[in-house]
């Protein structure tokens, strides 16, 4: 578990169409040749359901019949003589394509649940999904027998037999029905996690493969949890639950994949389900950048508001950019007039702030801000500047009209867990002086949230990385590695986290509401 390699960039819905049509070919035309795929694939499924096949067993015991052979073949056929140029990647035979590196890259599963097939079960699915540049945008979930078939696309609602679906509310996972092919697919600590979401739920049920993400779908059931995924079990359900407005655990579109994970009928649901599910990372392995933003008509966005940043460095930067992008007011402090200029050219209202001597009631920003981003660390001798004066800090913030507050930590709280997993349910045991900092500082910010009416979030960040920052990016530029930087070289185990993860997160926290949580942003926290 745990081995992932990152995925190629990625593009929204409109570059997709954009692109197609240089090539002469639509957004349409990719869907129907995918709806033709089905059809062949289908064809041959049901001249051979509920006969009796041979049974072949493959290198990992899953079994094989030649209705998946004959069916993926048919697909291919239908794809490439459509598209000679694009890639194919099929469960049965692997690559078909002129370059691995093409742009369009179709991923297949002729029968996603061949042990229902063969038992006269009809309750297996054909996958079919066409990647563009590393992201999933059209997918089909394909029922043959019972003539039932799951289109998602990239930016649209997703459809059964041509109707719109769209997922039940659910915002409680104790009112959650959750499906999973079978509790026996989970082991060892993938198998605890799984039963920590279990015991939670309203009602279990197992069975269905790839049918329960298209009862997911349809409003049908709440949650889907999985375990052991290759990329063509799950690539293909990503358009068809995300456009149908739901959540999913997407940690990798790269065709290499495995782990835990799951998609939920809302957010709540969902991430109340995947903070009980922590995915672990193998020795000096990075984590990967999800493959792409979920599709903005399948996530709930928070109303653009008055955004401040209390220290804005790398990260308030980059969440500072994308939300004045989406027309949010946003304002941060810095410690430098050259600084200050910097931020002003980005289009935020900037201020220079000393957070040892300048007074919050000085912040003008302050009074009229809706949410409060605070990424200021605390000092050795003194601890977190902005808390030192407590009361007058309860009485600012509720004078204001603030919405939402966030403060940055770190998961060296949690000291050195030697490879250990790790999520927000594990012990605190801080060793290093800016480590035990932290965590009073979370403590005393937990203490003044109490005293506010606003949804509140603690994130304990691992080591940030993005775009410009990285050991890489250290390394061309000539510079010495940083102590974290060899502590990862000389450890090979690492907790690590992308900035646009990062942002992921605040967006979604932003629309939880009257909320007091601690998040845990990173794959897995081992040495400090």
């Not at 869907?31 to 289908?42: I, K, N, S």
């Not at 999973?180 to 015991?199: K, M, N, Q, Y």
């Not at 149908?244 to 990798?252: D, I």
Request: proline share 6%; charged share 20%; glycine share 8%.
């Amino acid at each position: 578990m745990g081995s992932v390699r990152a995925p190629a960039p990625a593009a929204g819905g409109w570059e997709v169409a954009a692109a197609a049509d240089k090539e002469g070919v639509g957004m349409e035309r990719l869907v129907e040749v995918a709806q033709r795929a089905a059809d062949a694939a289908g064809e041959v499924l049901r001249k051979y359901f509920r006969q009796r096949v041979e049974i072949i067993d493959k290198e990992d015991q899953s079994p094989v019949t030649i209705a998946d052979r004959e069916a993926e073949e048919a697909m291919v056929s239908v794809i490439l003589k459509s598209f000679p140029s694009h890639a194919v990647f099929g469960e049965e035979n692997g690559w078909r394509c002129v370059e691995k590196s093409a742009d369009y890259v179709w991923v297949l599963d002729p029968i996603d649940g061949t042990k229902s097939f063969v038992t006269g079960k009809p309750l297996f699915g054909t996958l079919i999904s066409l990647l563009y540049k590393g992201k999933p945008v059209i997918g089909i979930i394909d029922q043959p027998i019972l003539r039932e078939r799951w289109v998602g696309v990239d930016g649209k609602k997703t459809t059964l037999n041509g109707q719109e679906i769209s997922v039940r509310p659910c915002n409680v996972l104790a009112q959650a029905y959750l499906y999973t092919t079978s509790p026996h697919l989970f082991a060892g600590e993938a198998e605890d996690a799984f039963i920590r979401v279990r015991d939670k739920v309203k009602v279990p049920l197992y069975g269905c493969d790839c049918y329960a993400y298209a009862l997911l779908a349809s409003g049908f059931v709440d949650l889907v949890v999985e375990s052991g995924l290759k990329p063509y079990d799950f690539l293909s359900l990503v358009p068809v639950i995300e456009g149908a407005g739901e959540w999913t655990a997407r940690r990798a579109t790269a065709l290499r994949r495995e782990g835990p994970t799951g998609a939920g009928s809302t957010e709540e649901a969902y991430r109340e389900a995947a903070c009980r599910i922590p995915i672990p990372m193998a020795p000096g392995v990075h984590s990967p950048r999800p493959a792409a933003p979920m599709a903005a008509a399948s996530r709930p966005h928070p109303r653009p508001g008055h955004m401040l940043v209390l220290g804005t460095g790398f990260v308030g930067r980059y969440v500072s950019q994308r939300l004045l992008a989406q027309g949010w007011r946003v304002s941060g402090t810095c410690t430098s007039p050259a600084k200050k200029a910097e931020l002003e050219m980005l289009g935020m209202h900037a201020s220079v702030f000393d957070a040892t001597s300048s007074s919050l009631a000085n912040l003008r920003s302050l009074q009229d801000a809706t949410h409060l981003l605070i990424s200021i660390p605390p000092i050795p001798g003194i601890g977190d500047p902005l808390l030192s004066s407590h009361s007058d800090l309860q009485r600012t913030l509720n004078d204001g009209n603030l919405q939402w507050l966030c403060y940055f930590s770190s998961t060296s709280v949690y000291g050195d867990c030697g490879g250990a997993w790790v999520d927000e349910d594990h012990t605190v045991n801080p060793k290093s002086e800016s480590a035990k900092l932290r965590y009073a500082a979370e403590k005393g910010w937990l203490n003044l949230m109490d005293g506010l009416d606003l949804s509140a979030f603690i994130f304990r960040l691992g080591g940030i990385y993005g775009p410009g920052r990285s050991a890489v990016d250290t390394i061309t530029k000539s510079k010495s590695l940083s102590r974290g930087q060899k502590l990862r070289e000389s450890k090979q185990y690492t907790a690590r986290v992308h900035v646009a993860d990062i942002y992921q997160a605040i967006l979604a926290s932003m629309t939880i509401r009257s909320a007091r949580f601690i998040f845990f942003s990173g794959l897995c926290h081992c040495y400090y």
